[in-house]
């Protein structure tokens, strides 16, 4: 089983959408939770943290579900520039590695 | 706002030299890291440094690679006989500790011919 797994996409959404990410984690002992998003053939930029309680930063907000190991990004009222990879990452329980997802693409239109 | 710099942005190597490749973390950053993308893959872990030694690393990150910190700002990873399937993007990160947030720099893309 792959150690982060999302959902490649695309996604192709219109400008004004509601569109959500899922991914899934296979380590149970991990720690720390992030989403990042990267632009094409860029380094990926910490986008934010995710937390148990599950929390939220102006259109994005993350959950988090440790008994299903299954990390969420739902971003609201989407904007052209929020077109990238969004990438699902997590830190194992004693280190300091990231470990990423693949990425899923997301596409906003006018 | 602070950032992580990596020099050089692109570099071209011929198969079995040596390159450097530099980074200048964020300065009050303890934490810095080295991971590589190939084209059109995921972002991959090679290892961590703090206090001077390596505190992790990957099983990518064999005898053929090694880091250094040489002097109070510069963060470096060498690649030895470089191969053609060491062509990635390298990027360099650093955080304040640990289990804190990683912050990338813009990575160097290495070209082995």
């Known amino acids: 089983r792959k150690e982060v797994e999302q959902d490649p996409g695309p996604f192709n959404v219109p400008e004004g959408a509601t569109v959500a990410f899922n991914c899934t984690y296979s380590?149970?002992?991990?720690?720390?939770f992030f989403w990042y998003r990267q632009d094409c053939r860029k380094e990926p930029k910490l986008l934010m943290s995710?937390?148990?309680s599950g929390n939220e930063d102006g259109r994005f907000t993350a959950q988090l579900n440790r008994a299903s190991q299954y990390i969420s990004l739902l971003i609201r009222d989407s904007k052209l520039s929020d077109s990238a990879t969004y990438l699902c990452?997590?830190?194992?329980?004693?280190?300091?590695?990231?470990?990423f997802g693949k990425g899923t693409t997301l596409s906003v239109s006018s | 706002e602070p950032e992580v710099t990596q020099t050089p942005s692109h570099q071209v190597t011929q198969m079995g030299q040596e390159v450097i490749l530099r980074c200048v973390p964020i300065?009050?950053?303890?934490?810095f890291y080295w991971y590589r993308q190939i084209l059109g893959q995921k972002v991959e872990f090679l290892v961590s440094?703090?206090?001077?030694?390596?505190?992790?690393k990957s099983e990518i990150f064999d005898d053929q690679f090694s880091v250094e910190r040489p002097d109070g700002s510069n963060f470096t990873l060498k690649i030895r006989s470089t191969k053609l399937e060491d062509s990635a993007m390298y990027f360099c990160?650093?955080?304040?500790?640990?289990?804190?947030?990683?912050?990338f720099g813009d990575g160097t893309r290495l070209s082995i011919l």
């Open positions: 995710v937390y148990s």
């Open positions: 990452v997590v830190r194992g329980q004693a280190g300091t590695a990231l470990i």
């Open positions: 440094f703090y206090n001077n030694e390596i505190s992790e």
């Open positions: 300065s009050n950053h303890l934490y």
């Open positions: 380590n149970s002992a991990s720690q720390s």
């Open positions: 990160a650093s955080s304040e500790a640990g289990n804190q947030p990683q912050h």
